[in-house]
């Protein structure tokens, strides 16, 4: 839990100090005193922001300084979720997903297990007991066997005859 708050603070942070910056004061939560506040002044230096000039010398336009480095593969600022290491939007919504799927899955199956679960108590185990030993007393009253080696009448099984069962090996 810990772990997972502090690499969501450090993401948060990268993406605070990704965006450009339009006020002068960012606040910043001390790990130290989680109730304290410190004022970092994030002024722009010079090898942070892009030269956009453009000398003109006898009629040929060149320009001077380079862009920002915004390669995010080579930030120092990233904790990756062990997804992958070398893009960061993938890494991100690879977890993100994995994580809701997880969630998704653990649910609905846990939902269905404590759903569809056996259980020893359920309601009509009374009722099929009455009716077993009703069936039993019946059974001997009539002076029929207990359990009927005739379920099925003879007449109504129909088998295939030997002819047909020539080619199928038959283990008995």
Request: proline fraction near 5%; hydrophobic fraction near 40%.
């Amino acid at each position: 839990m810990a772990a997972n708050l502090l690499s969501r603070f450090a993401v948060r942070g990268a993406h605070l100090l990704r965006t450009p910056a339009t006020a002068t004061v960012k606040r910043v939560l001390l790990p130290a005193t989680p109730t304290a506040w410190r004022h970092i002044s994030t002024t722009e230096k010079k090898k942070d922001s892009a030269v956009g000039l453009s000398v003109h010398q006898d009629g040929v336009t060149t320009k001077v300084g380079g862009e920002v480095n915004t390669d995010y593969i080579n930030r120092k600022d990233w904790l990756t979720y062990g997804c992958d290491v070398e893009d960061e939007d993938y890494d991100r919504w690879t977890y993100v997903f994995g994580g809701v799927c997880l969630i998704s899955i653990m649910t609905c199956f846990m939902s269905w297990f404590f759903i569809y679960i056996p259980n020893a108590s359920w309601p009509n185990r009374d009722w099929v007991m009455r009716e077993a030993y009703l069936e039993l007393h019946r059974r001997e009253k009539f002076g029929l066997p207990l359990i009927d080696a005739e379920l099925i009448p003879v007449e109504n099984i129909v088998l295939p005859s030997e002819e047909d069962l020539e080619d199928f090996y038959i283990m008995i």
